[in-house]
Nanobody, 129 residues
Framework: QVQLVESGGGLAQAGASLRLSCVVSGGTSYRLHVAWFRQAPGKEREFVAARPWTGGNTYYGGSVKGRFTISTDTAKNTVYLQMNSLKPDDTAVYYC??????????????????????WGQGTQVTVAS
């Protein structure tokens, strides 16, 4: 497992942009897979985006595809989530997640919440209409 600390959440107007950051500590490798999930009040935790730490196949949830971008800066041990064209429905607590796979390859079939064993504390994003 690794330790994850998110930041960058806050209040934004609809149509605006925000960038979330997640600092990873405790060891990284080419086998590390990282992801973002979100959870709105009264709803289940939802997959947002995932990618291998060193690059490769990247996946997005249907509701954010084309608006959000996940990226990593291995020199800074940081995962980013760039969120553009924000909507009120994007309001949620956003969580960074990680796990070590067998290798660097990430399958969409393994992007469920229970596939990840390291979680951050979450950062609140609120989008006003």
């Amino acid at each position: 497992q690794v330790q994850l600390v998110e930041s960058g959440g806050g209040l934004a107007q609809a149509g605006a942009s925000l960038r979330l950051s997640c600092v990873v500590s405790g060891g990284t490798s080419y086998r590390l897979h990282v992801a973002w999930f979100r959870q709105a009040p009264g709803k289940e935790r939802e997959f947002v985006a995932a990618r291998p730490w060193t690059g490769g196949n990247t996946y997005y949830g249907g509701s954010v595809k084309g608006r959000f971008t996940i990226s990593t800066d291995t020199a800074k041990n940081t995962v980013y989530l760039q969120m553009n064209s924000l909507k009120p429905d994007d309001t949620a607590v956003y969580y960074c997640a990680a796990r070590f796979g067998k290798d660097s390859r990430l399958s969409i079939a393994t992007t469920r919440t229970w596939d990840f064993d390291s979680w951050g504390q979450g950062t609140q994003v609120t989008v006003a209409s």
